[in-house]
C-alpha cells in the first residue's frame, strides 16, 4: 500500500480483556517499530522487529504486552487482561532497515486509539 | 537512560512571528536528531533530520533546526509561521543501534491569523 496502516482505528475494551491490534507496514520495509502515546506525552519505544524477529523488545511495558511479525509484513501487538494505564495511542511505524550507521525515515501509521473502561 | 526534553508543551502565536521550539537530549554519544509533525488529523510526519555534517539543517514548509553538541540541544526554527503550522511537533533522537526513536513530550503550537 501507499502507507503504513493500522486497524482498528478505535477500540474500547472492558478491563481484563484482551485486544489485538494491526499493523500493516509499507511493502519492502523490512524493518517495523510499534510506539505508544499515552494522552499529553510523548510517544514511547515498545518493540522493533527487523524481519520476522525482535532484536529490540525493550519497551514493552510487561509480560501483558506481545507482539508478532509474519511474512515480513503485517505485525500483531496482543495485549492481555488489559489495565486502564494501558488506554493509549498505540503507533505503527515501519522503515527500510537500519544499515550499519545508516538511519532509514520511519513511516508512521494513524494510530489505534485503545480505551480501557 | 537517554531522554528527549521539549521545553514549551504549548506555544500560541500569531501569523509571521517568528518560531523557536526548544530540544535538549541527555545522551553524550553520537545521535541522530529528528523533528517531526503531526497536523490536526493527519499521520506523524518527518519535518527534518540531522545526522551529521553541516549543524544547520533545514527541512520541508521553511523549517530549519540547528545542533548544538555543546549545549545538547536541537531547536527547531520558522522566521514566519503561517496558520497552516498548527499541529504538534515532536523531537526525537537516536543513538547506538537500530531505528530506535526516544520522543520529546511534544509542543502544541497554534497559530491565529
Known amino acids: 500500500g501507499a502507507g503504513v496502516s493500522q486497524s482498528p482505528s478505535n477500540k474500547v475494551t472492558e478491563k481484563g480483556k484482551d485486544v489485538e491490534l494491526r499493523c500493516d507496514p509499507i511493502s519492502g520495509h523490512t524493518a517495523l517499530y510499534w510506539y505508544r502515546q499515552r494522552l499529553g506525552q510523548g510517544l514511547e519505544f515498545l518493540i522493533y522487529f527487523q524481519g520476522n524477529s525482535a532484536p529490540d523488545k525493550s519497551g514493552l511495558p510487561s509480560d501483558r504486552f506481545s507482539a508478532e511479525r509474519t511474512g515480513e509484513s503485517v505485525s500483531t501487538l496482543t495485549i492481555q487482561r488489559t489495565q486502564q494505564e494501558d488506554s493509549a495511542v498505540y503507533l505503527c511505524a515501519s522503515s527500510l532497515d537500519f544499515f550499519g550507521d545508516k538511519i532509514n525515515e520511519q513511516f508512521f501509521g494513524p494510530g489505534t486509539r485503545l480505551t480501557v473502561l | 537512560a537517554q531522554s528527549v526534553s521539549q521545553h514549551n508543551h504549548h506555544v500560541i502565536l500569531s501569523e509571521a512571528a517568528s518560531l523557536e521550539l526548544g530540544c535538549n537530549y541527555s545522551y553524550g554519544g553520537t545521535v541522530n536528531l529528528f523533528w517531526y509533525v503531526q497536523y490536526p488529523g493527519q499521520h506523524l510526519q518527518l519535518l527534518l533530520k540531522?545526522?551529521?555534517?553541516?549543524?544547520l539543517v533545514k527541512g520541508i514548509k521553511g523549517f530549519e533546526a540547528e545542533f548544538i553538541k555543546s549545549k545538547f540541544s536541537f531547536n527547531l526554527r520558522k522566521p514566519s509561521v503561517q496558520w497552516s503550522d498548527t499541529a504538534e511537533y515532536f523531537c526525537?533522537?537516536?543513538?547506538?543501534?537500530?531505528?530506535?526513536?526516544?520522543f520529546g513530550a511534544g509542543t502544541r503550537l497554534a497559530v491565529h491569523p
Open positions: 526525537a533522537v537516536n543513538s547506538g543501534g537500530y531505528n530506535k526513536l526516544i
Open positions: 540531522y545526522f551529521s555534517g553541516d549543524p
